[in-house]
């Protein structure tokens, strides 16, 4: 089918770089293009409905270029689907996300920054700063510029929570995940299910529309502003009136978060927000096509000499469209770092002193060339030294000298009266 790629065309360099939800992420490449495989798990795959997600990564081909490129760079959109033998559905490939949404943790180890790191909150005993509320605000501005945007082609984003949004550490950009869970023309890929905790903020959180969509995002933006993810469900509405010092968009806030199904959400409202907390800086209307003009009859043109194309500039700085399939920029994947003042355990030094016997069995000349090499099964025992003649000599004689003691010991005993 199209769309479709064989698992076995893929280079897998890193299994499980991050997995959780109803699937794992492998860190591949495809024709020498980094990507990331998203495998679904066996109880998933029973709820995938394998057209409608062929029509998902089809849509994004549909769109005009301008619009593409834009998806591109605010969306993880699937670009194949991955099958297996007999074409059985595994997964889909995404895009990787670039490096800026990407943070820098402990021991050199990289991970991807969701929204929610921008909380101010206490880990382990040790208060996380998180952001200032303009960054804040800059960020819910940038999400509800790509909902809104999104909406307009009637595609909802149906799970839109903090573990699911990327973004910069400035809250300028943001780079949404699990875009195989959106609904769209193509229909849904899977049967939408709110989790627990959003059932209780979002009425028909089950049912999502353009108005869940909304009111989901007023509960994301609510937990960011207060400093209160983990405890966003009991947050009083006196507290939420504070918002943003008490201006209209507090107030937009709460009445979408709280909104009814079948309620018109007050969209022009989410634009005035959107363009307030982002800057004058704002999102088009989708491209349009034009009217085609009526044709003119024209003069034959005298035939000229080929002209050779100039090269075309590129869309943006960071993704790169080759066709119909984005390269995204590459990344390193994920090294598991060992803690320097850990014991090795026994997997990490009992090769290598396997190695260390075989080298000294092989000469000086390949001693310790790999200390991390596993031993040859089939290489030679090492040679052992041999013991000296006269040793063997000495133990012998004391034997026989013990032997004729006993022996005269015995005749003694005999011959006395």
């Not at 698992?7 to 699937?23: E, F, H, K, P």
């Not at 990490?348 to 596993?374: I, K, N, V, Y």
Request: aromatic share 6%; with cysteine; charged share 20%.
């Amino acid at each position: 089918m199209a769309g479709d790629t064989d698992v076995r065309a893929l280079v897998i360099t890193a299994r499980d770089a991050y997995s959780g939800g109803n699937s794992s992420l492998h860190s591949c490449s495809l024709r020498g293009r980094p990507m990331l495989f998203k495998e679904y798990s066996r109880e998933h795959l029973g709820r995938v409905d394998p057209d409608a997600l062929g029509g998902l990564v089809a849509w994004r081909g549909r769109l005009e270029p301008g619009d593409r490129s834009y998806l591109d760079q605010v969306a993880a959109w699937p670009l194949h689907r991955v099958t297996g033998e007999r074409g059985r559905l595994l997964g889909v490939l995404v895009p990787a996300a670039s490096p800026r949404f990407m943070q820098k943790l402990s021991w050199d180890r990289r991970a991807p920054r969701t929204i929610g790191r921008l909380t101010r909150r206490t880990e382990l005993g040790n208060v996380r700063a998180g952001a200032t509320p303009a960054v804040k605000r800059m960020a819910v501005g940038r999400v509800a510029e790509i909902v809104l945007w999104l909406h307009r082609f009637g595609v909802i984003v149906n799970d839109l929570q903090t573990e699911n949004i990327l973004s910069t550490a400035d809250g300028s950009a943001i780079y949404l995940l699990d875009c195989d869970a959106m609904i769209g023309p193509w229909g849904a890929v899977c049967p939408p299910q709110a989790p627990p905790y959003m059932r209780e903020v979002v009425p028909d959180a089950d049912n999502p529309t353009a108005t869940t969509d909304l009111a989901r995002l007023s509960w994301v933006a609510i937990g960011l502003l207060l400093d209160a993810v983990a405890n966003v469900i009991t947050v009083s509405p006196d507290a939420l009136r504070g918002l943003d010092g008490g201006d209209q968009y507090g107030e937009l806030l709460i009445r979408t978060a709280g909104a009814k199904g079948g309620v018109a959400p007050p969209v022009a409202q989410w634009h005035e927000l959107t363009a307030a907390w982002t800057g004058a800086e704002h999102r088009p209307t989708p491209t349009e096509p034009s009217p085609q003009p009526q044709p003119q009859p024209q003069p034959q043109p005298q035939p000229q000499p080929p002209a050779e194309e100039a090269p075309r500039p590129a869309l943006h700085a960071e993704p790169v469209l080759a066709g119909d399939v984005l390269a995204p920029p590459p990344i390193t994947p994920p090294i598991r770092h060992y803690h320097r003042m850990r014991r090795p355990r026994m997997h990490e030094w009992l090769p290598a002193r396997f190695q260390d016997t075989a080298a000294r069995s092989a000469g000086p000349a390949t001693a310790r060339s790999d200390p991390w090499r596993a031993p040859l099964l089939d290489a030679p025992p090492p040679a052992t030294r041999a013991k000296a003649p006269g040793r063997r000599l000495l133990i012998i004689g004391a034997v026989a000298a013990l032997t004729a003691l006993f022996a005269i010991a015995d005749l003694l005993l005999e011959v006395r009266p």
